[in-house]
């Protein structure tokens, strides 16, 4: 079950030459997240404790992932890399406080069946006949069979209703007896969209959402 080892991470504490600003919604949305998929208290990463050496930690043999966060394309920068793209988390003794595509791909998966990229642009990478070599290609190959993404930049206000509707809609359908499969993880995504509409927001704001999968 995705929520008996959860890695959850919010609201980073980025480095400040980064000029990037703090996502005092991400925070809130990872602490209800790990709510809802029953974390221990405590164990969401954040603020200067969401490194990416601490992440890579977290992420090794856990059931599910959720990152919500600033992220950035790389492409123009790792020239030597197949893969593109990295979430900018907080700065580390020894990293420069991203976690690099090109570093998910080695951390050990197998047991995990969901990853959340919420933050801006994430499905982006390096154009290959493969497909975009980014952040979800490389956990794809570190063995997740389901990656959720995004398109475009996404509300750090708003993101959280999407979120939570979508793991809700996804905790009830496993109660129900259903696996965490993609055409599951897919539905599930589809209805909090389908809330989003009904609600009346805009649809720049809750289309960028797209699962990613095997």
């Not at 696996?179 to 960028?208: N, Y």
Request: aromatic residues 6%; hydrophobic residues 40%.
């Amino acid at each position: 079950h995705m929520s008996r080892n959860p890695c959850v991470l919010g609201d980073p504490e980025t480095d400040p030459s980064d000029n990037m600003c703090r996502l005092p919604y991400a925070l809130e949305e990872a602490e209800k997240v790990a709510r809802l998929l029953g974390a221990p208290a405590g164990t969401v990463l954040r603020g200067r404790t969401a490194t990416p050496s601490a992440m890579q930690t977290a992420m090794d043999g856990c059931t599910c992932v959720h990152a919500a966060c600033h992220a950035k394309d790389t492409s123009a920068h790792h020239l030597t890399s197949l893969y593109s793209g990295a979430l900018c988390l907080a700065k580390g003794e020894a990293d420069d406080g991203r976690l690099y595509a090109e570093q998910l791909k080695d951390v050990r998966m197998g047991s995990c069946r969901l990853a959340t990229l919420s933050a801006c642009s994430t499905f982006c990478g390096k154009s290959f006949r493969e497909g975009l070599l980014g952040l979800p290609f490389a956990l794809l190959g570190a063995g997740v069979p389901a990656v959720v993404s995004t398109l475009w930049p996404i509300s750090d206000a708003l993101t959280p209703c999407i979120v939570s509707d979508f793991y809700e809609g996804l905790l009830e359908a496993c109660k129900a007896g259903s696996f965490v499969e993609e055409d599951v993880i897919a539905h599930s995504l589809q209805k909090a969209m389908c809330w989003a509409i009904e609600r009346g927001v805009d649809v720049t704001l809750w289309a960028p959402f797209l699962l990613f999968g095997l």
